[in-house]
């Protein structure tokens, strides 16, 4: 599917940085930030990528050093995305939505659930120690990327 090139865009790793920057950011903190990233994407043992949501199984994780496919792809970066992780099912799915109040109502339905971590993701977080992480992405918003096809897996 090609992405409609007047969209702002983000890149998949940078996504899943600011979901988990998200998720660090509602923690005790009581692991340093950079830790909890590493920790966040080293678990990931299978991505699925769509054009508005990314799947990821967690497992074993990845061989250090490996990177997971799709990190370079680009995704919308208008309206809203939300993360929602069911730990003791090993998955988490963020979901994109065009306005707020919809991805608002989604939020409540899911909480409504109890059974995971849901939040909307804060797209303007920044890394403390960027330089230290950088194996995995630099958070940057893509605005103006050349026109890119999203791989899709089935």
């Not at 996504?15 to 994407?41: C, N, P, V």
């Not at 799709?70 to 963020?94: P, S, T």
């Amino acid at each position: 599917m090609v992405m409609d090139p007047t969209l702002p865009r983000i890149k998949v790793r940078d996504l899943l940085m600011q979901a988990f920057l998200t998720g660090w950011e509602r923690s005790d903190k009581s692991t340093s930030q950079d830790e909890y990233l590493q920790s966040s994407i080293q678990v990931i043992e299978m991505l699925q990528v769509e054009p508005e949501n990314l799947y990821a199984e967690e497992g074993l994780g990845l061989p250090d050093g490996e990177e997971v496919d799709h990190l370079d792809d680009l995704l919308r970066a208008d309206g809203f995305w939300l993360y929602y992780g069911v730990e003791a099912e090993n998955f988490f799915l963020i979901q994109w939505y065009p306005d707020e109040a919809s991805a608002n109502a989604k939020l409540a339905q899911l909480e409504e659930l109890g059974d995971g971590k849901q939040y909307l993701v804060d797209l303007t977080l920044k890394r403390a120690n960027p330089s230290e992480a950088e194996n995995f992405g630099n958070s940057n918003r893509c605005s103006s990327a050349p026109e890119t096809n999203v791989n899709v897996l089935s």
